[in-house]
T-cell receptor, first 109, second 113 residues
Framework: GESVGLHLPTLSVQEGDNSIINCAYS??????FIWYKQESGKGPQFIID?????DKRQGQRVTVLLNKTVKHLSLQIAATQPGDSAVYFC????????FGKGTRLHILP | EAQVTQNPRYLITVTGKKLTVTCSQN?????MSWYRQDPGLGLRQIYY???????DKGDVPEGYKVSRKEKRNFPLILESPSPNQTSLYFC????????????FGPGTRLLVL
């Protein structure tokens, strides 16, 4: 069936290094993808999005890459900070939005 | 401040005792949703509403009801809660169905004994 998933449930990154969080999707008809950040005790927060007619989009310290050939989405966070510690999950939209299960980003001092 | 609010934030109840979780948004959004979040399963949509008096089932509607009598409010009703409804619930809203940015509430953690 259609699903959105993440390769790693937990990612540990040294403070100051770049973080790369990956996501695989299976619905080739999805036309829009979103990354969310969820801090402990809070609701998901929109980070960045990308449409299927693009392969890269940059925000402030974040970049999303889309590879439609292999149905892969990634979120890159530059110069990871302690405040980046959270669960990150991707979502895809075809007729409806389907959320991935999430990757926990852990920042090492 | 644009926000989605939920109440209560935490609730412990017993099987069969009806409860309502309220959701309110101050952004005049048409589209609202309820999700539950469970470990290993991610966010799953329970119900959604495209406008006042227009609601529809999401992926996991069993055991839940909603109503949309006014634009800003979208309560989630559990007529007879069961332990498998123990979960973290999120309300969300966006301007319209195809508008991408969705705003989530802070969550309601429910424990059904």
């Amino acid at each position: 069936g259609e699903s959105v998933g993440l390769h790693l449930p937990t990612l540990s990154v040294q403070e100051g290094d770049n973080s790369i969080i990956n996501c695989a999707y299976s619905n080739s008809a999805s036309d829009y993808f979103i990354w969310y950040k969820q801090e402990s005790g809070k609701g998901p927060q929109f980070i960045i999005d990308i449409r299927s007619n693009m392969d890269k989009r940059q925000g402030q310290r974040v970049t999303v890459l889309l590879n439609k050939t292999v149905k892969h989405l990634s979120l890159q966070i530059a110069a990871t900070q302690p405040g980046d510690s959270a669960v990150y999950f991707c979502a895809e939209r075809d007729d409806k939005i389907i959320f991935g299960k999430g990757t926990r980003l852990h920042i090492l001092p | 401040e644009a926000q989605v609010t939920q109440n209560p934030r935490y609730l412990i109840t017993v099987t069969g005792k009806k409860l309502t979780v309220t959701c309110s948004q101050n952004m005049n959004h048409e589209y609202m949703s309820w999700y539950r979040q469970d470990p290993g399963l991610g966010l799953r949509q329970i119900y959604y509403s495209m406008n006042v008096e227009v609601t529809d089932k999401g992926d996991v509607p069993e055991g839940y009801k909603v109503s949309r009598k006014e634009k800003r409010n979208f309560p989630l009703i559990l007529e007879s809660p069961s332990p498998n409804q123990t979960s973290l619930y999120f309300c969300a809203s966006r301007a319209e169905r195809n508008q991408e940015t969705q705003y989530f509430g802070p969550g309601t953690r429910l424990l059904v004994l």
